[in-house]
């Protein structure tokens, strides 16, 4: 499977966007790009999910570089609740559904 | 809707034991996986199934651990003979499409917290 690369940690202030980068240089054409994040003490959870467009969803955006080589979650306002690990992860079509996590970007949200 | 739920949520043994962790998947669900998180590492993969297919278990660490979904709804994880690195928390999942969507979107229960003395 295709690796990703992401900071480990990140901060941000309540209400403020918080962009978070995965790069996934070796992504192939089928490739889909998702995002899990895990609250603390919980199970993941899914975030959004893209192929080559920019994505919406109630959660976040997704916009993906025009190569596809990296990507970036943006959160438009944080709020304490969205502190967790968020993970990047390539998921290749048609192949056995596990996802593989990466150690994902720990998001801390202050006041 | 009702999620994921998996018993118990926490699990203590001693090392040498056998332990068993249950997971109920989403109703309708056909797909189901086990993952475990250790200590200060990631989510790893263990197996999973689909449908009537033979189950992937290809993630599983050693021939201690075994699991078997009966039915095609309920899960159990088995770890036979328990070591103290086995001492994790186990994850459940479980996604409504059939094999070969890169679409498909899984739901995580809470977890089974085990540790082994």
């Known amino acids: 499977d295709a690796k990703t690369t992401q900071p480990n940690s990140m901060e941000s202030n309540e209400e403020e966007p918080v962009h978070l980068p995965c790069n996934h240089s070796?992504?192939?054409?089928?490739?889909?790009i998702h995002w899990y994040r895990q609250l603390p003490s919980q199970g993941p959870e899914y975030v959004i999910h893209?192929?080559?467009s920019n994505v919406n969803n109630r959660m976040a955006s997704l916009a993906i570089a025009e190569d596809r080589k990296s990507s970036t979650l943006i959160l438009h306002r944080a709020t304490l609740r969205d502190a967790a690990v968020y993970y990047c992860i390539l998921r290749p079509t048609g192949t056995a559904s596990k996802l593989t996590f990466g150690t994902g970007t720990r998001l801390q949200v202050t006041l | 809707g009702a999620g994921v739920s998996q018993s118990p949520s926490n699990k203590v043994t001693e090392k040498g034991k056998d332990v068993e962790l249950r997971c109920d998947p989403i109703?309708?669900?056909?797909?189901l996986y086990w993952y475990r998180q250790s200590l200060g590492q990631g989510l790893e993969f263990l197996i999973y199934f689909q449908g009537n297919s033979a189950p992937d278990k290809s993630g599983l660490p050693s021939d201690r651990f075994s699991a078997e979904r009966t039915g095609g709804s309920v899960s159990t994880l088995t770890i036979q003979r328990t070591q103290q690195e086995d001492s994790a928390v186990y994850l459940c999942a479980s996604s409504l499409r059939t094999s070969g969507s890169s679409t498909d979107t899984q739901y995580f229960g809470p977890g089974t917290r085990l540790t082994v003395l």
């Open positions: 070796t992504i192939s054409g089928t490739d889909y």
């Open positions: 109703s309708g669900h056909t797909a």
């Open positions: 893209g192929l080559t």
